[in-house]
């Protein structure tokens, strides 16, 4: 049974920064790609960033704040989250595909003043 477990959310102030990371049971190197997506409340759910094993991928809105990284040593991937805005609130999923999509149960992600 696959498992990826997300931490890392929390309430942050606009400019601030947040890591989240994603521990996934069993070896990484299995799963490709892995990614994380955000949904906020009234939105669907949509990409963040991907990384595979050749490169990475990001949304525009989040293009040179946000860093996605895979350690398959720890078995966990990150993402690091800088010069937060409101508009980043959302909660957060882990994602990765071995055959299927696997998805974490989410963390919330609140930036506010």
């Known amino acids: 049974q696959v498992q990826l477990v997300e931490s890392g959310g929390g309430l942050v102030q606009p400019g601030g920064s947040l890591r989240l990371s994603c521990a996934a049971s069993?070896?990484?190197?299995?799963?490709?790609?892995m990614g994380w997506y955000r949904q906020a409340p009234g939105k669907q759910r949509e990409l963040v960033a991907v990384?595979?094993?050749?490169?990475?991928t990001y949304a525009d809105s989040v293009k040179g704040r946000f860093t996605i990284s895979r350690d398959n040593a720890k078995n966990t991937v990150y993402l690091q989250m800088n010069s937060l805005k409101p508009e980043d609130t959302a909660v957060y999923y882990c994602?990765?595909?071995?055959?299927?999509?696997?998805w974490g149960q989410g963390t919330q992600v609140t930036v506010s003043s």
């Open positions: 990384v595979t094993r050749g490169s990475t």
């Open positions: 994602n990765a595909y071995r055959d299927v999509h696997y």
């Open positions: 069993g070896s990484l190197t299995s799963f490709d790609p």
